[in-house]
Structures are given as C-alpha cells and as structure tokens.
C-alpha cells in the first residue's frame, strides 16, 4: 500500500493531503494492514481539546510486543532484533534474533508475574543501555505492565521522585554500569533512592559489571537465576488500544517533572509508521540511534518503530569519547550501519576533534542520516553532512518531543528537498499552526510565532499521570484548541519550519531538556544559599549551557570562591543529576524581579549570553540598581 512507505515529493504531498483531509480514514487505513489487533477499533477517534480528551482506535484490542516480535517469527525468525554493542569494543556485540528476543522477553515477563506484576501496575526500570532494558521494558508490555524508564544518569532524589510520582511496585536496575573508562553504582543510586520509597516492593538486579553489592534480604534478588528456571513463553495480556503503555518523565518549565502517559495503539501505530518512513527502513537495513532507551527518542526509535517493523536494531552501551572519538564511525563500519540517528550536540562534539577520526573508517553503508533533541546549526548540519553522509546521505533533521511520542515535522529522505537548520515539512497527520502572541494563528508563509498542533494524531500522549490538571494547563490552555509545543518557530517562502528554541523556561542542554525549577531547588538546598535564579547561554558544543545567579546568605566579600561553586554542583548532581550541573556560578547581591516579586529570566538571560544591547525597560522593576550590578560581574 503506496500511503505507507512515501518515496517521492509528490508522493509526500498527496500523501499529507489525504491524511488532512480525511484523517480518520488515513490513520485507520495504516493500522488495518499493517498490524495484528485481537480486535479491530469502534472509533478511530473521539476527540475534544478542551477537556482535553484524545481517543483512537477505541475498542480495539492489541498486545504490542505481538506487533514488535510474535508476527516476525514466521517469517525472521533469525534476523537479529537487537545488536548489542557493548562499551568495551573488545567485548564481542551480541546478536539477538527475533526468535531469542521472544524467549527473554517472554521469560522476563514470566519473572515480573511470579513476582505479583500485574496489568496497570507501574514498574521502574533504571538500568544502563545493555539488551536488559530493551527486554525489560517490552516484559512489561508483554503483562500490561506501565513501565517507568528512568534515564540511568539521573540521581538517586530524581529518581526517588519519579519512582514515588507513579507509585511504582518495582524498580528493574543492574549491578552497576560502564560509562568510557568509569564504572559507576547504580545499585547504590537505587538504594539510596528506596530509603524514601516506601511503594516500592521488589528489586531485580541485573549482573554486568560484576561489582559487590549490598542485597536487601527480601526486597533484592538478582535476575539472572530466576530467568533460567523462567518458562519460555508467556501469554500476552490482551490490552485496549487506549490502556496505557509507558509512563516517561520530562521536565516542566515549573514544578515536578512530568509524567508523559503514552497509549498502546496510537503510539504503536504512530511509531511504526514514521520509522519506516523517515528512516526509508528497508529489509536487510541496520539501523542505528544513539540515543538512550531513558529518553523519547530510544522509546520510539531503538525499541517500539523499529522492532514493529521487524528491523535490527543497535543498542550501544558505551559513549561518542571511547575509547577515542572515532568510535561512532568504527560501529558504523562494523555493523554496516545503514541509518544513523544522533543529536547535534554529538556532531559538535565530535566535529571538533578533526577528521583523521572520521576517514580511517569506512562509512559507505551509510543511507540516512538524522539528527534530534535540538536545533542543528549550519556549521554541523554541514560538517554531518559532508563528512559522515559525503554528501549523498539526506539529513533528517526530525522534530519533536516526548509528548508528541513520534516524529512530528522532518523531511522524508529522498523526497523532501532538504534546507540546513530546517525541520522541513510536517509529517503526514500532522498539522502545525504559528501563532502571535495574541493567540491569532499566522496563516501566511514567512511568519514566526509559536508552534502549536490543531488536530490530534496518534502517539499524542493522553495525560501527565495524576494531574490532568496541568496537562490541560500546560499544553492546551494558551491557545484555545490547541496543543503548544512550547516552541517557537519560523515557516519560509515555501512552507518549510525551522525551530528556533523554547519560549519558555526550559533550556536544552546537550539535547536534554532541564527545567529550571528542581536545578534552582537544588542549589538552594546550599546552606550558603539564599535564593538563586538559572538561565541558559549558547555553548559550542552543548548548544546551551546553565548559567547560575545565586544570592548567598551572608556575602562576606572574602567567602564567595571556588569551593562554594564546586559544592553547589555536588548538590545539583545529587538532587538532579551530572547533566544539570552549572557552567558559570555568578555571586550577586539580587535578582532583578517585577513588582510582584517574579524574577525577570528574560533579562538574567541576556547578560549570561552576552547581548546587553536591548534589555528593555528596566525602570519598572523592583530593583533596577542591580541590573548594572550584575552586568559589571558577569563572568
Ligand atoms: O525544543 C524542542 C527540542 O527538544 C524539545 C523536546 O525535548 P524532549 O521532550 O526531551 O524530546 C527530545 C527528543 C524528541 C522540543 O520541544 N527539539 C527536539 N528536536 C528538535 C528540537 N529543536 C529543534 N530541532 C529539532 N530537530
């Protein structure tokens, strides 16, 4: 069926069109051919933004690991799934068949029953990117279990939040994990984080680094035992398309970090349908995303798109530095790597250490590149593009978010002309609209304004779970009937979209979003500390880094020096985690706030990224005296 696997401009349009004008018929023309339901759907979708309330598939029944595994067993059986790359490149990388992941998720899933999981409860999965997450959390799947994957580099507060936000019954964690030439505990983590989560029952440990470790006789077991006695088949548990799939955190501009609730049908369906397209998936392809299974992007685009299509998939443990920078191209070429799929910040950084790195390997698989998390600037659109892709690997600059759960604006390769720094068109089912501050949408082309969505599509999530409160404040009550992405946007002359950044107080650094909120908890948790404000500032190769403004209690000139800033950054890696740490601490004597006592960021911002030339008006504030102050000490 040509609307599933677009190959030409034209096609694109036609394509789009359809899917816009006859969206239901659209979507559910895709889900009738290309999956396995128990039951087909009465609705394709309810919907009301107002509430907000989005439905598709209703009615329909589906396990989506049948999707992502039992269905290719007929026909690839020993086509690898997964190929794990471990961090030792001396360590052999696994392949793993359909046919073995089906037995280890079903053995898995058999474990999580034996130990009381049942459908609807929520289980935390912090481990490091080794086949065992993949396996665990398609376990969960497997039993209608919500899983709750918490990237392993969050601390154990952050995660003791997350894992008390959703009231998890267990949390799925190894040993430890490897990181370049670092080992780090995270058995620890969780121990620590479990001293203040009382819901939590049991812990499975998985063995990798081998390191002891305290067990908590009657809470604590390790895995591996209880998987070799696991029957190799497990039922899977028949799900509405509605149930919920997956719980995943992100940060807010304000407040806890929210829990993203992704549904099972639309998110599958969803998923599926813009790997194959965006990436030009065809049978025989590797294909590989460096992100971490933590984030959105491995939810959507290491586990569930791929495996729905029956691809193979590259899981790496390691990082982009070891053991030298030249390791993504040496996977490349050992694995053939047909699509690859990193964040801006990894070409930067990569970029920076020359190209003796790039060209002792080679690249020629090669088909697809693309690239997320954050705006791509030109000098490494450039640099990605002639030098890992030669100039004959279309760049897919894909945006998107963990709300959304899938690729929302992107170019399809092949068909879309692509423009440095532009995301390009929307996705078929997708319909941007770029609104004026005044909550008039920009029809024209040539306009910026702020990104929202009119109409639903299926990988939306439904909800924050318990608070649909601030779901619906959050992203459906600045402008009436639609969904705000919190980004800001521009259309060009024909249409295409170019992301310019957040409007709001959430800053991306190195493709991780961070909310300002829990950082600045963080770092007034100092007992030093009276109150502090963080900002963001453009960096080289992180896009953006934090910039801090911390007010001390009591600023005796000689007590504001280095250890206190080193502190501080211990405070924030252990509230938050190493990412959220800040590059630049300023001391100051105030912060500039309105009269209602707000700081003002927007001006805190301006000084950090050195661009004083238009502060505005400052006469109104509260304080006016320790702008200039501040402006005299900025670092
Ligand atoms: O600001 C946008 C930026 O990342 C935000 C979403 O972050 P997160 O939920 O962590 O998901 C990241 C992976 C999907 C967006 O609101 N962003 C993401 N992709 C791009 C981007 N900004 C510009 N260009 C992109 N391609």
New binding site residues.
Partial sequence: MSNYHIKHLEEYYQVYRKSVREPEHFWEEIAEEHFLWYKKWDNVLTWDFSKPEVKWFEGAKLNITVNCIDRHLTTSANKTAILFEPNNPNEAAEHITYRQLHKRVCQFANVLKDKGIKKGDRVCIYLPMIPELAIATLACARIGAIHSVVFAGFSSTALATRINDSDCKMVITSDGSYRGAKTIDLKGIVDEALNECPCVESVLVVKRIHSEINMKEGRDEWIAPLLEEAYEDCVPEVMDAEDPLFILY??GSTGMPKGMVHSTAGYMVYTAYTFKNVFQYKEGDVYWCT?DIG???GHSYIVYGPLANGATTVMFEGVPSYPDFGRFWDIVEKHKINQFYTA?TAIRALAKEGLELVEKYDLSSLKVLG??????NEEAWHWYNDNIGKKQSPIV????????GG?M??PIPFATPTKPTY?TLPFPGIQPALMDEEGKELKENQVSGRLCIKFPWPSMARTIWGNHQRYKDTYFSAFENKYF???GALRDEVGYYR?T??VDD?I?VS???LGTAPIEDAVNEHPAVAESAIVGFPHDIKGNALYGYVILKDVGEGRVHDNLRKEINQIITEHVGPIAKLDKIQFTKGLPKTRSGKIMRRILRKIASNDTSNLGDTSTLLNPEVVQDIMDNVL
Avoid at 371 to 376: A, D, K, L, R
Avoid at 397 to 402: A, E, G, K, L, P
């Fill in positions: 992100t940060s992100a984030w959105i992007t801006p690239s997320v998390g954050e705006p791509i600059d894909t945006w998107w978010q963990t709300e959304t690729i604006i992107t995301a992405t919190g980004d992301i950044g957040r959430v991306i493709g991780h979003n």
